[in-house]
């Protein structure tokens, strides 16, 4: 009788399926504002800091600029990379929108028996992109549709919907960190955590140049320096 070695007909363990959650205005404050990395790749940034994961959707939560009167050409700038994030094919963006208003706030300088202890100023906030993510993260989670899910975020307002994740729903959440100080609450309640370091940014940047339907399209040439 010849001997046949037993072979191993175990199937190999699959990765955990994975949904990412992105802060749009929180990356690009906290991690891009100021540097040529502006041009990010979302999907390709997920595959190199989540390798052992199937990562099946990325939302990408943000606003709509409008332009200012020091920076005309802002909200074609954000026009493009939305477009480029549509050549993605499990990226989808979810809106919220800024809020402008004109409200009096105390200067900073200001010295007790100074006068003009007031000024007026124009204060501009993305409203929604929380509440978003705290949506899109639970109804996600309710439906299954995922084992896994990461935040790259650094708002702790998003606490208590990661602990119904992990605790009620029984899911791991990973947060990524964007820039320095990081959330302590979030960061403690995370099942993982990843930090965002120049060199991955780098790596995960789309060509200057890409095509869509609709034509040739380029990266703006202010992010390229």
Not at 55 to 62: G, K, L, M, Q
Not at 87 to 108: E, K, Q, S
Not at 146 to 152: F, G, P, R, S, T
Not at 185 to 198: H, M, T
Request: positive net charge.
């Amino acid at each position: 009788l010849l001997f046949r070695p037993r072979l191993n007909m175990s199937a190999p363990t699959p990765l955990p399926s994975t949904y990412v959650y992105i802060d749009g205005f929180n990356l690009y404050y906290r991690a891009l504002k100021g540097t040529t990395y502006k041009w990010l790749n979302i999907a390709e940034l997920c595959r190199l800091l989540l390798p052992r994961n199937d990562i099946r959707a990325i939302r990408y939560f943000t606003a709509r600029v409008n332009a200012r009167a020091g920076d005309p050409d802002q909200p074609l700038r954000q026009q493009l990379y939305l477009r480029a994030l549509a050549t993605l094919p499990n990226c989808n963006v979810i809106f919220g929108h800024f809020l402008t208003n004109t409200t009096a706030m105390l200067r900073a300088d200001w010295k007790p028996g100074e006068p003009n202890k007031w000024i007026k100023v124009v204060k501009t906030e993305e409203k929604g992109s929380d509440v978003n993510i705290a949506t899109h993260l639970l109804h996600d989670g309710h439906m299954n549709r995922y084992d896994v899910a990461v935040l790259l975020t650094n708002d702790s307002d998003l606490l208590e919907p990661v602990r119904i994740v992990r605790h009620e729903l029984k899911k791991k959440v990973g947060i990524i960190i964007p820039g320095e100080h990081p959330s302590k609450v979030l960061l403690r309640e995370a099942d993982f955590v990843r930090r965002l370091r120049d060199g991955v940014l780098k790596a995960a940047q789309f060509p200057e140049e890409l095509t869509d339907a609709n034509g040739t399209f380029r990266c703006p040439g202010s992010w390229l320096r």
